[in-house]
């Protein structure tokens, strides 16, 4: 029994004639006949009561046609996900994110799949530093991510968002209320900041900033997140260097003022393998370029 057989058979029992139904089916009568005999062979018993002037559906064909139409919806079904697979529109990809630095890309990104791409299954994972981030996307536990990439070995990318820094201040800190912070001004106040050693580039570029404006800064306390962090700063442990998408976060006691000067930036690069061949990766790349376009310089 094949497909064709039950589709020459559908055509028949819904026609009750056998030149409408090949008409229908594109194919000439006598071909139709051959696989409805064979079908009939291929069950034992017949399904149609034919004669020089009309053709009936047996009870046995009055039974078979219920599931015969299913079995033809059913296939049809698996070739449009089929198809739809091979283009990208069907799937799951795993997306890694970080904490503040993500907060602008992110949900454009989750939404504009939604929206476009409603079959596909965006699994979110994170928050993770940037270096976590990379190193799950080069192993293969990850397959796309928000991250500033140091390294681009087995690695694609794709910059997304130039974040600059700023300071984030307690509201009763005596520079909060000012229009813009030198950095060099903060060479005496104690900082929070994310960890060293777990692969934050947010933490990574505080510390070169802090040296290129000629001081090693002092950190009172490290923070595992962007949330904590700035807690941390309304309750008035330290001052801490934020990216600029920080100021999504909003916690009571937290002022944030713009380092004068060129300020240090912080590059988020959409991140994949190299040689990645999923299809489902490819149709969210694509969509990613229309609603992540690269910055302009």
Request: net charge negative.
């Amino acid at each position: 029994m094949e497909l064709r057989h039950l589709a020459g058979f559908v055509a028949v029992a819904e026609e009750l004639h056998f030149g409408r139904a090949a008409a229908r089916l594109h194919m000439s009568q006598p071909p139709l006949s051959q696989q409805i005999r064979a079908l009939e062979k291929d069950l034992g018993v017949a399904l149609f009561e034919r004669n020089t002037r009309s053709v009936q559906l047996t009870a046995a064909g009055r039974t078979f046609l219920g599931p015969a139409r299913d079995a033809l919806a059913a296939a049809a079904v698996a070739r449009r996900a089929a198809r739809a697979a091979g283009r990208g529109e069907v799937g799951a990809v795993s997306l890694g994110f970080a904490g503040a630095s993500s907060a602008v890309t992110l949900p454009v990104l989750t939404r504009a799949v939604a929206a476009e791409l409603p079959g596909v299954e965006m699994a979110l994972r994170g928050p993770w530093y940037s270096g976590e981030t990379t190193g799950r996307i080069a192993e293969g536990s990850l397959d796309l991510g928000f991250a500033t990439v140091s390294s681009t070995r087995g690695l694609a990318s794709r910059l997304v968002r130039r974040d600059r820094l700023m300071v984030a201040l307690a509201d009763v800190h005596p520079l909060a209320d000012r229009s813009e912070i030198a950095l060099a001004e903060l060479a005496e106040e104690r900082f929070v900041a994310f960890p060293a050693g777990r692969g934050s580039e947010v933490r990574e570029l505080f510390a070169r900033s802090c040296l290129d404006a000629g001081f090693m800064p002092t950190v009172t306390q490290e923070a595992p997140d962007s949330f904590s962090l700035l807690a941390m700063v309304g309750a008035g442990v330290g001052v801490a260097l934020v990216v600029e998408a920080a100021r999504s976060i909003r916690l009571d006691h937290v002022t944030f003022v713009p380092l004068s000067g060129p300020a240090p930036v912080l590059p988020v690069s959409l991140v994949w393998r190299q040689g990645d061949e999923s299809a489902v990766l490819r149709a969210v790349l694509e969509l990613a370029e229309q609603v992540l376009p690269t910055p302009e310089d």
